[in-house]
């Protein structure tokens, strides 16, 4: 920056140096550096120059930007589909008002043009939250028609030219532990936007109307600054905190004894039924007992447990399925148990008829189709063994009262691993194997760093102060046909001893038959005393 006189001159690296010569040698010149001057004047001086340029504490995300360049196309029929289902009964609602026919969507498209962020600032709070002010450029070439027909009368109007600038606050909060890992999406604007379009009616620009394109402007300004300008926010929910933040109150434990006048599912007048356990509001995968070949009256006597975090909210599907060694395994039957109809404590024996689906109106459940007996008791931890914060996380929880004398529940959680890698896939999953029973984690497709955080519980009789735990990690291909539809990425057994004499353990294990593979497990031994 150069000036001579009342004058003010700027020249870029670009400029001739023949040219800059000559202005020196025929001025006065006074040489003011560019750090003298502050942020707002920067921005008028040099307003394309990126913000994070210009303002040291917004970072680069030059690969958001690139990653909305490739989505754009598909985020730009998305928006637009969406757009389309708010608008259409806010539309309905509406035209009567105004005695108007109809108003529909001609053509609805953002255009090729994707926002771009100029930079971003991140705050770091000692609250359970995440901050960030992205700086958002959008120059767009949209072509959005509206067909509005009133009195025998047909008009559209075009929205061209679409220039957005805004300054919004994005606060993820609170932080949970639950997948997406935050409960709700506050959105602020920390200044009135900018905001530029034209409209064409019949042909005819309507901004060229003396005072229509101030008076637009101006209200789309108060009218969105009005509602979300900062400190006002849109929040948006995407999980229920309480439910979020929740841990466990209690175990349920089920035994399934046997079923009744099962009907016949196979050609050959038989059924291969099984029973398959879950609790609503429960990310676990289902629990099942085996397969009880070509018999309609079948016994189990198999008993499974099942960790409660709302007893007053969670019900326990149970579901009878035949098993098909080729295809679709047919659902013969279900029925749901309220938690809060079962007693605290107290063991209870049910005969369940089983229904098509648990709609009670559906005419379809007047069907006989068999009757279940299954034996529930809920075992709610004591006020005293729970932890007083969900910040406790690593206190290790009592096993619920009836626990066999020297036994206890013990408890898998499947963190993460890192450095998995496949010859043919990566989409890994957990497999855990314990005194025959088998556990799996939900599966993470093409990652070499896959998070779980699943958790697992097996009530025991006695001490595993000799046993083992067998945990790999297993890649399964998505595509039908491949010659490696599965392979073993790694595996670990894990001496037991130590949790039953530390009572939690959380390490991270070096997978065998894997390079650099790792995983991190934690193990709790939950006892009554």
């Not at 008028?44 to 990126?50: D, R, T, V």
């Not at 539809?485 to 670990?492: A, D, H, M, N, T």
């Amino acid at each position: 920056m150069l000036s001579g006189g009342d004058n003010i001159f700027y020249f870029t690296q670009s400029a001739p140096l023949e040219q800059l010569m000559v202005f020196i040698l025929n001025q006065d010149l006074v040489i003011h550096p560019l750090v003298e001057r502050d942020t707002q004047s920067l921005q008028q001086l040099l307003p394309e120059i990126p913000i994070w340029v210009k303002c040291p504490d917004y970072d680069r995300v030059d690969w958001l930007n690139k990653f909305l360049e490739l989505m754009w196309p598909y985020l730009d029929k998305a928006i637009c589909r969406t757009a389309k289902n708010i608008a259409a009964p806010i539309i309905v609602e509406q035209i009567p008002k105004y005695k108007i026919d109809s108003v529909e969507f001609e053509t609805l498209t953002l255009g090729s043009l994707p926002p771009t962020f100029q930079g971003m600032k991140v705050y770091v709070t000692d609250e359970k939250e995440l901050m960030m002010e992205p700086y958002l450029k959008w120059a767009s070439n949209p072509n959005v028609s509206v067909a509005v027909k009133a009195f025998g009368l047909k008009a559209t109007v075009q929205v061209i030219d679409l220039q957005i600038f805004a300054a919004p606050r994005i606060t993820l909060k609170p932080l949970v532990p639950s997948f997406p890992c935050f409960a709700k999406i506050f959105v602020s604007l920390m200044e009135k936007p900018h905001v530029d379009f034209g409209l064409k009616l019949l042909g005819a620009d309507l901004m060229a109307i003396p005072g229509l394109y101030r008076f637009v402007q101006e209200t789309i300004k108060d009218q969105v600054a009005s509602m979300y300008l900062w400190p006002k926010a849109l929040e948006v929910q995407i999980l229920d905190p309480s439910k979020a933040m929740k841990r466990p109150v209690g175990i349920l434990h089920v035994k399934i004894l046997r079923a009744m006048k099962l009907r016949k599912k196979d050609l050959l007048g038989a059924s291969d039924p099984y029973v398959k356990l879950k609790l609503t509001e429960s990310k676990l995968p289902s629990k099942k007992t085996t397969v009880k070949h070509s018999n309609l009256n079948p016994e189990w006597n198999e008993e499974f447990s099942m960790v409660v975090k709302d007893p007053e909210s969670q019900a326990l599907e149970i579901s009878v399925y035949d098993w098909e060694q080729i295809g679709k395994h047919d659902k013969m039957g279900t029925n749901v148990v309220p938690l809060r109809d079962l007693t605290p404590d107290e063991s209870k024996t049910m005969t369940l008829d089983l229904l098509k689906n648990i709609d009670l109106n559906d005419a379809q459940n007047d069907k006989q189709r068999g009757q279940i007996v299954v034996e529930l008791t809920y075992k709610p931890f004591k006020e005293e063994d729970l932890p007083k914060d969900f910040e406790e996380s690593g206190t290790v929880l009592k096993a619920p009262e009836g626990t066999p004398p020297g036994g206890g529940v013990l408890v898998v959680i499947v963190h993460q691993a890192e450095d998995v890698e496949g010859k043919n896939h990566t989409n890994p999953y957990v497999r855990i194997i314990f005194k025959g029973e088998e556990r799996k984690t939900k599966q993470v497709k093409k990652n070499r760093d896959p998070r779980w955080e699943e958790e697992f519980s097996f009530v025991l009789e006695e001490s595993p102060v000799n046993d083992k735990l067998h945990v790999e990690v297993i890649s399964t291909s998505t595509r039908i046909g491949l010659l490696h539809p599965k392979e073993v990425l790694g595996y670990i057994d894990i001496s037991l001893s130590d949790v039953v004499h530390n009572t939690r353990i959380n390490e991270k294990y070096h997978l065998i038959d894997s390079k650099t593979g790792r995983i991190q497990v934690e193990l709790q031994w939950r006892t009554a005393k």
